[in-house]
């Protein structure tokens, strides 16, 4: 048994925020109050000036495994989640061989189940990430997807999408969608706009995104089904995302960090560092996201964690892979970004970080009250951390050295601590 003491208990889901004890026995939170008897438990831990919290939850991580081991795999990946916070992980599909068929699924869940947190795999949604064929939606649901995407690869085909999306709302499944219409990008990784053409490039047009989401919006409103936007960077498709929502589609939508935290001129400082897909945006792009999030338009924070190795982001910049890392620092820029500048509660900050994402998949997580699971986090609000070093097995960072708010002391899963700080 685990007793927690003396935190400020924050539970997204009843609003609830108040200094007191919290008790954990066979992987469940079975008492919640204050002047707990400390006789009772095998493990105390004094919480005093830390935040207790549902464990975070990333619905869009990368761990590159199968396939690209060189720049991440299932257990590094897990430890970066772990230090950052984070019980449970949905991985893309976008792996090599991809996530298409059965045994490359089971083979991520049993990986999966060695690390201490819940890692839950995604499946594409075409065969191949060839945006030709699906996959068998059901028996891939049966085998353990908790949803299907083909992230990193648009899809360009209506029909498929249709008969993705009424297999998914059959299944009761999420689909996930990346955004870009390729027609519109000349230039991977960075906004089409004055940065781009001060470093000589055409760029990516925000409305590659715009037409896709609102493509997939109003599909998903004849459909019925759920859908979730992926990492959106531009102004008119939150813009858009909110009008879906009020028209009763039944859309999420995602922020990354990185969104809410740069603009576009940061690829002028970081260079492949911040380059990224889609890309980072004007200011204005920055503001509203911070907007969506603050409506309640956009619904998930997610790291869309995309490891590299040094070698490949030290390439031209045309030829650099797109993506950075994210599990690491995501608490740390919420609340340096928007908690300490009064943009979010930290109730609202850790509903985008863990309740919603469980609403999202059906997880029945992202709580904490009597009975919910046991994964759990506590961090330091006001503690500062300098952006340094990563456990993940790449550093594709535009935050490192940063000072930020926000440090993460224990992770707590199923009831076992699995990350303390030192």
Known sequence: MILIKNGKIVDPASGFCQVGDLAIEDSKIVELGTGLDESLFDTIIDAKGMTVAPGFIDVHVHFRDPGYTYKEDIQTGAMAAKKGGYTTVITMANTNPPVDHVE???????EGKKTGIHVLPAASVSK??????????????????????????????EKLVVAA?????????????HEEDPTFIKNAGVNQGAVAKKMGLAGAA????????????????????TINIQHISSKNAVKLVRQLKEMGANIYAEATPHHFSLDETAVLKYQTLAKMNPPLRTKEDQEEIIKGLQDGTIDLI???????????????????????????????????????????????????????????????K????????????LFSEDKTVVVKEFVSKADNSPFIGQTLYGKVEYTICQGRIVYQAE
């Not at 409305?207 to 493509?215: S, T, Y």
């Not at 992202?366 to 009975?371: K, L, N, P, R």
């Open 165 to 177: 999306m009424e297999e998914a709302k059959r299944l009761q499944l999420p689909l996930s969608f």
């Open 104 to 110: 490359t699924l089971q083979y991520i869940l049993e």
């Open 302 to 364: 997610a790291t869309d964690h995309a490891p590299h190795s040094k070698e490949e982001k030290e390439r031209e910049f045309t030829k650099a892979p797109s993506g950075i890392i994210g599990l690491e620092t995501a608490l740390a820029l919420g609340i340096t970004n928007l908690v300490k500048t009064g943009k979010l509660t930290i109730n609202e900050l850790m509903e985008k970080m863990s309740l919603n994402p469980s609403r999202l998949y059906h997880l029945n």
């Open 206 to 225: 925000s409305i590659a995104e715009d037409l896709l989401v609102a493509r997939d919006g109003l599909l998903a409103l004849h459909t019925g089904c």
């Open 366 to 377: 992202g709580t904490i009250q009597i009975g919910a699971d046991a994964d759990i986090v």
């Open 128 to 157: 191949g990430l060839k945006g030709e064929e699906l996959v068998e939606m059901e028996q891939l649901k049966q085998a353990g997807a908790v949803g299907f995407t083909d992230d990193g690869f648009p899809l360009s085909d």
